[in-house]
């Protein structure tokens, strides 16, 4: 299976950046359909982006469209998550996680549809 290690996240003004970075080893890295997800204590785990295995499709959630991108590279078996203009909403745990299903990559947004995770990383955005 897939291990995965994200990194980048941090605290930040509002309107400020951040990349976050999904580091994967273990199996090949373009076999799987890679996302982000994100969690508010108390709530569930909500989709934010995900992208197919070539990288050349990808979805967003409507709160994320146009401020966040989602991208990989699979030479450096890495995903990321650039995200700008950032608001207080933002703010949140930051998860990745590579599914290997065979489906329409922009169509995996569920939580289910994920077998790997990685163990988060923690974005606050200060008003």
């Given at each position: 299976q897939v291990q995965l290690v994200e990194s980048?996240?941090?605290?930040?003004?509002t309107g400020g950046s951040l990349r976050l970075s999904c580091a994967a080893s273990g199996r090949?890295?373009?076999?799987?359909?890679?996302?982000?997800?994100?969690?508010?204590?108390?709530?569930?785990?909500?989709?934010?982006?995900?992208?197919?295995r070539s990288g050349g499709s990808t979805y967003h959630a409507d709160s994320v469209k146009g401020r966040f991108i989602?991208?990989?590279?699979?030479?450096?078996?890495t995903l990321y998550l650039q995200m700008n203009s950032l608001k207080p909403e933002d703010t949140a745990v930051y998860y990745c996680a590579a599914s290997p299903a065979l489906a329409i990559a922009t169509t995996l947004?569920?939580?289910?549809?994920?077998?790997?995770?990685?163990?988060?990383?923690?974005?606050?955005?200060?008003?």
């Open positions: 980048g996240g941090g605290l930040v003004q090949t890295f373009g076999n799987y359909v890679m996302g982000w997800f994100r969690q508010v204590p108390g709530k569930e785990r909500d989709f934010v982006a995900c992208i197919s989602i991208s990989r590279d699979n030479a450096k078996n947004r569920g939580e289910r549809d994920y077998q790997h995770w990685g163990q988060g990383t923690q974005v606050t955005v200060s008003s």
